[in-house]
């Protein structure tokens, strides 16, 4: 449920705690919108602004920012931000979006069990090669498809207080960061690709940056809610792997009707 779906009577067997959802709708003209969507971890760093300094080693966590990109190749990229802090725009560079902030003390309390909705979330679905796997080298992160990604998202729905009712899957846009390796004077140069072209002098990266594309599905559809503690901590603190890429923001609305 986004905070702008509040329809639903509300469940106050346990006083939710805080939380707020922060739609930005991007500025495809700004410089600094053009330099995030590049790379996933300026995005971040963008979004972290957020929020107050100061929170420790994980900030992230701490804020408990999770957020999603979502472009449809017609209207302007927006990004959903959710924080367990309050959340202040005035941070952001200039003419960077348009935001709209809505608490989400509401939608928590509303989730009771029966209750039909509608969700959306973008997930790493992923696993790891184990020691005698034909699919790759061990430990070695391979990304899920088809009836495997649906397996994926179906366990974690259900653990995490949902049932699927119907489900639609989707690949996205990878989640594209840039990295410049770490290196002494014994290692070897690490080859990779030309980035993209810069657009400023603080944007020039060296050709040492190593690119990394972190797959993202899309799952939705609608679900039965089964345990709503287990929901709003999912809510709350997402699902799956690369939260710090755009993934694991899960947001519902009520079904309605015939859904």
Known sequence: MTATDTEASPHTDTAPAEAWLTRLRLNPRSRAVQRDLRNITDLHRTLMKLVPDGLGDAPRSQAGLLFRLETDGVGRPTVLVQTRLSSSTDRLPA?????????????????????????????????????????????????????????????????????????????????????????????????APTPPAPTSKADTKTFTDRRIDRAITVFEGTALVTDPEALRTALLNGIGRSKSYGCGLLS????????
């Open 95 to 191: 003419d960077y979006a348009h935001a709209d902030i809505r608490p989400m003390n509401t939608v928590l309390a509303a989730l009771r069990p029966g209750l039909l909705v509608r969700y959306r979330i973008a997930a790493n679905a992923v696993r790891r090669c184990g020691p005698n796997s034909t699919a790759g080298h061990w430990k070695q992160v391979i990304p899920l498809h088809g009836p495997e990604a649906d397996q994926w998202w179906t366990e974690r729905a259900t653990t995490a207080g949902l049932t699927p009712r119907t489900l639609l899957t989707r690949s996205t846009d990878p989640a594209t960061t840039w990295h410049t390796p770490k290196q002494d004077a014994t290692s070897p140069t690490i080859s």
């Open 252 to 259: 519902l609305a009520p079904a309605g009707p015939g859904a």
